[in-house]
């Protein structure tokens, strides 16, 4: 038994005498950003998705360069993110998709107002049906919403989830969704099937695609994957006064197109004292849809890691970012 | 002659067996009543027992939302409590950065090689090595970090537990239960509330971790201290040792080796947790893997989980707290290494290895040891997908095995329990629980298919509908895991060489992050219940073929080579006398095959299952609107775990008393 308790004490001897000799002289932290600091660390948000590591990034390399601020990047899941900025542990998430939340804005920006509306990104986003463009090459007549009235061009969609309905597949149940109700409201002869996750949909795309086998889905665009493939959009049909009042009433009469995304970012209502130049930068700072994709390609195409793709561009294009700190 | 084993003459009299007959009779009288109701009774759950759990949760989460910075409760509690823990975190994480990688590599070495010899001690310095070449060795020390303060607190507070539980059979009752529960509970339901209460980043994802590493520890503490012979107990007293005196010198030190092995299992379940606490912004190695999938890049993933592996295989190697017993012998007829020599081996080597990288400048792994796997994985994943959905001859692939699953077996069994009015469903179960065990069994089971009930709509559609959903994929998962698991195991169970063959495989997919083989299932199986299946069924498996080649092992070797020398076949020895004794072992391996594939029914949701999995998935996809149905669903996954696991252990116990001479 002695010697057991020994070799723990031996054991632990070791530890702790390489621990304290490891932590004298830590030279490993204390190195951020460059330039001549001012103020704590800023931390922003990245979301799982290229676009908000292309912001975020942006924002780094233009608040650490020319605000001498050193900022800290989260990658974290939306939800968190809110919480995140409830209680100011992440200073600002600058993509955020109004349609995924709406309960979100109600509740800590217009409610508890611990969070503020830094104003739209630029881009614009929307979410609707999209299929793989061999199926409207084969079945013109699915480019619109009526194709699909047909129980036959249906059919090319089913699967043994769907049985005699064709399928249709949504991704991400975090994602706003109003399929059901616009199938069941239009009387479409579709099932509606929840993939789980946005891999399991991607996925679902290549499958598709390898087999020439119908897909229909809900997707969005921006998404890096319409770079490699084609996707088209099924028109829905436009949107009606009768909807929109059914969207603010949430009574599931819905049948009507998505609206469009205007994306916007937000910040900890902390943010505007605790740096207001930073502040003021994010709330200037806009990109477009073509500049945001151009280092969304950086990224996924050329295998650059979001810091380069986005030093890169800031190198390249300092009038565009120098408006932002006027 | 085994079937002698089976039915052995019952030793009762005739009165006795009559008022078995009788109290059976009035039984199955009662069960028959209770169907007939069943049937009258409305074939849906009525909208009054709705018990409005929903909007109860729903209400408690909206009000931590509005009351996080303001409430005593989080301002007093929950804040410090976090606060400790990310302190605890950084620091340990600076320790081993500070440490530099052959730094922690000499540590874990010397670890190994005072608690399980040079053997452990090369497997355990190798293990990690491996991670800094397949992965990245910064992120895969923050890993650690969170994983070394979460099996610390989850020590700290399953020990004592664990003593307590082993004093008390009530309490031991009602720990059990709770531990359990919070076990099953998918961990999607944890992770809104987790946030609400303890902030982002480390402080949720070690609650998280430890609420799932927690139960090993009470458990084999429990065990360990209820192992102690009584004699042992006696003569402590007898010398006037004091109960705590008894404890620490007596009690815990007996217990040594069944706490150990319950470190072990702490820590895998730890690392079975970290992948997904990344989604809380840990930004560890659980990162790696789920970016990986969201850009659909399986061999980044795949890379990423195997450093998880590697690190969960290096602390099981230096945890495991055992010298082979031929190393021990070993040991006592070489000339003992001296204390002394010891002691400056176990504190030089990692100092010499601390120094050393520092003056070299060694901070970063380097790059030239670094083997970029991804590019390996991706080819085999790129064949597999191209080379088995079809055209594989006779089963005709993966896409065929796909739809027979869904069309012939989920579809008509979701059907059949769907058709059924509820009510009917619980008197049926209810009735096979009574069968199995009695009444009391049959009671619980009612209990918790009765609570499922109660549990409201989801939209339009009850959880009742839900819950037999996940039944009925619960159940083909469970049968197509037996099916496969029972001959490898009953194999490995009697060839020593196909065991030592299959370790590897059933240990990589017991820790492997399930989330890095949801990309092929998706593309050999298609989105839907039947990928679901398959997820659950190759997480299922390595336990069950586990403990069915440990039940063989463990039957005595008398009676086997009793029937081969009465001239029993090899096979014959199998059928009749080792299957039978090994039965209990099979039974649990069994049960523990349900209780993986209830756990998996969450990570099946995320490609295409459905049902509860779905519902409890909702908690963390939109908690401002779902919360209260996710927690809904989670809980009925929970009443269906105790239900399935009571049952299948009644059988295990049944085949006892069936069998008792």
Same mark, same amino acid.
């Given at each position: ?44 948000a ?44 992440i ?49 013109p007549?699915?480019?619109? !919403? ?32 109003y ?80 609206p ?26 806009q ?40 | 002659?085994?079937?002698?084993v ?14 078995r ?39 408690r ?12 409760v ?26 530099? !990688?052959?730094?922690?590599? +000499? ?12 053997r ?101 503490t ?38 150990l092995l ?55 190697r ?11 012998r ?69 896409? +065929? ?31 096979a ?25 989801d ?8 819950a ?23 194999? +490995? ?15 990589? +997919? ?56 009465f ?27 349900m ?35 996710g927690?809904?669903g ?17 059988w ?10």
């Amino acid at each position: 038994m002695t010697s057991i308790r020994r070799k723990g004490r031996l054991a632990i001897a070791g530890v702790l005498i390489a621990s304290v000799l490891a932590a004298c002289g830590d030279d490993s932290k204390s190195s951020n950003g460059g330039g001549t600091t001012s103020g704590p660390a800023i931390t922003l948000a990245v979301n799982p998705w290229t676009g908000s590591a292309v912001n975020a990034y942006v924002a780094k390399a233009v608040i650490e360069g020319s605000l001498g601020v050193p900022v800290e990047i989260i990658d974290i899941d939306e939800n968190a993110t809110w919480l995140g900025l409830d209680d100011g542990t992440i200073d600002a998430t600058l993509e955020v998709w109004p349609s995924g939340h709406a309960a979100d804005y109600e509740t800590y920006i217009t409610g508890k107002q611990t969070v503020v509306d830094l104003g739209k990104l630029g881009p614009q986003a929307k979410i609707g049906w999209y299929v793989p463009k061999f199926v409207i090459d084969a079945h013109p007549e699915l480019a619109t !919403w009526e194709g699909f009235k047909d129980p036959e061009l249906a059919k090319l969609f089913a699967t043994a989830e769907s049985g005699e309905l064709g399928q249709f597949t949504m991704g991400d149940p975090s994602y706003v969704t109003y399929d059901e109700q616009i199938i069941e409201n239009i009387g479409l002869p579709l099932k509606y099937v929840v993939a789980g996750s946005e891999a399991a949909l991607l996925t679902a795309i290549d499958q598709s695609i390898a087999d020439q086998k119908p897909l229909l889905m809900q997707f969005w665009k921006p998404h890096w994957k319409s770079a490699r493939v084609e996707l088209v959009e099924v028109a829905l049909p436009a949107i009606t006064p009768e909807c929109e009042a059914s969207l603010a009433a949430s009574d599931g009469l819905f049948a009507c197109d998505y609206p469009i995304d205007e994306l916007y970012k937000a910040a900890s209502a902390g943010l505007a004292t605790k740096n207001a130049a930073v502040f003021k930068m994010l709330s200037a700072m806009q990109l477009t849809t073509e500049q945001q994709s151009e280092i969304g390609s950086f990224i996924d195409g050329d295998k650059m890691t979001p810091g380069d793709a986005a030093k890169k561009w800031v190198d390249a294009n300092p009038d565009v970012w120098q408006a932002w700190l006027a | 002659m085994a079937a002698s084993v089976e039915t052995l003459p019952a030793m009762e009299s005739d009165e006795a067996v009559r008022a078995r007959q009788q109290q059976r009779t009035v039984g199955l009288a009662i069960f028959a009543a209770l169907a007939l109701g069943a049937l009258v009774a409305a074939h849906d759950v009525p909208d009054w027992m709705d018990s409005g759990i929903q909007k109860w949760t729903q209400d408690r989460y909206q009000w931590s939302v509005l009351n996080r910075q303001s409430s005593k409760v989080f301002t007093w509690v929950f804040n410090p409590i976090a606060d400790v823990l990310t302190w605890a975190v950084e620091n340990t994480e600076s320790i081993l950065l500070a440490l530099r !990688w052959p730094g922690v590599i +000499a540590l874990v070495g010397v670890i190994g090689w005072r608690t399980g010899g040079m053997r452990a001690a090369i497997a355990g310095a190798v293990a990690l090595f491996g991670v800094g070449v397949i992965a990245n060795w910064d992120l895969a020390m923050r890993t650690l970090a969170i994983m070394i303060v979460a099996v610390l607190i989850a020590l700290l507070i399953g020990v004592p537990l664990g003593i307590l539980t082993s004093r008390s059979d009530r309490i031991e009752r009602l720990v059990r239960v709770l531990l359990d529960t919070a076990q099953v509970m998918p961990i999607f339901v944890y992770f809104s509330p987790a946030t609400i209460l303890f902030g982002i980043k480390f402080p949720p994802a070690v609650v998280v971790t430890v609420i799932y590493a927690l139960p090993p520890a009470v458990r084999l503490t429990n065990l360990g201290l209820r192992q102690v012979p009584i004699v042992v107990n006696e003569v402590g007293q007898s010398f006037g040792a004091t109960s705590l005196q008894q404890l620490l010198k007596v009690q815990l030190p007996m217990a040594r080796r069944t706490i150990l092995l319950g470190l072990n299992q702490v820590i895998m379940m730890a690392f079975a947790v970290v992948v997904l606490a990344s989604l809380l912004g840990t930004g560890d190695l659980g990162q790696d893997v789920l970016s990986g999938l969201q850009k659909q890049e399986v061999g980044k993933a795949f890379a990423a989980g195997l450093g998880i592996v590697l690190m969960a295989v290096a602390l099981d190697r230096i945890s495991t707290g055992e010298k082979s017993t031929r190393h021990s012998r070993l040991a006592t007829q070489l000339p003992t290494v001296s204390s002394r020599t010891a002691a400056m081996v176990a504190v030089g080597i990692p100092v010499l290895a601390v120094v050393v990288a520092r003056l070299a400048g060694a901070s970063l792994f380097p790059t030239s040891l670094q083997f970029n796997i991804a590019t390996v994985i991706d080819d085999a994943v790129q064949w597999v997908q191209e080379n088995l959905r079809k055209g594989v001859p006779i089963i005709g692939g993966t896409q +065929a095995i796909s739809d027979f699953i869904t069309l012939y077996l989920l579809d008509p069994l979701r059907d059949f329990l769907l058709w059924l009015p509820w009510l009917l469903v619980i008197v049926l179960m209810a009735l096979a629980g009574w069968l199995s065990k009695g009444w009391r069994l049959s009671v619980t089971i009612a209990l918790c298919l009765g609570l499922i009930a109660t549990m409201g709509y989801d939209n339009k559609t009850l959880l009742w509908d839900h819950a037999m959903d996940t039944l009925s994929q619960v159940l083909v998962a469970i049968v197509i895991s037996i099916a496969i698991a029972l001959p490898l195991g009953m194999w +490995a169970g009697r060839s020593d060489r196909v065991e030592r063959a299959l370790r590897p495989f059933l240990d990589a +997919a017991q820790v492997l992050p399930q989330f890095v083989y949801l990309i092929p299932v998706v593309f050999l199986f298609s989105v839907g219940r039947a990928a679901g299946v398959v997820a659950c069924v190759i997480y299922a498996v390595p336990p069950c073929i586990r403990l069915t080649s440990l039940g063989m092992r463990e039957v005595p070797f008398a009676p086997r080579e009793a029937a081969i020398s009465f001239g029993a076949t090899g096979g014959q020895e199998m059928r009749n006398v080792q299957l039978p004794l090994a039965r209990k072992a099979i039974l649990l391996g069994i049960n523990q095959t349900m209780m993986m594939v209830l756990a998996t029914v969450i990570i099946a949701a995320l490609i295409g299952a459905g049902g509860l999995g779905l519902l409890a998935y909702r908690a963390t996809a939109k908690p401002q609107i779902d919360f209260g149905l996710g927690t809904a669903g989670g809980l009925s996954i929970v009443l269906l775990a105790i239900m399935l696991d009571r049952l299948t252990q009644a059988w295990g116990t049944r085949s006892d008393t069936h069998r008792g001479t």
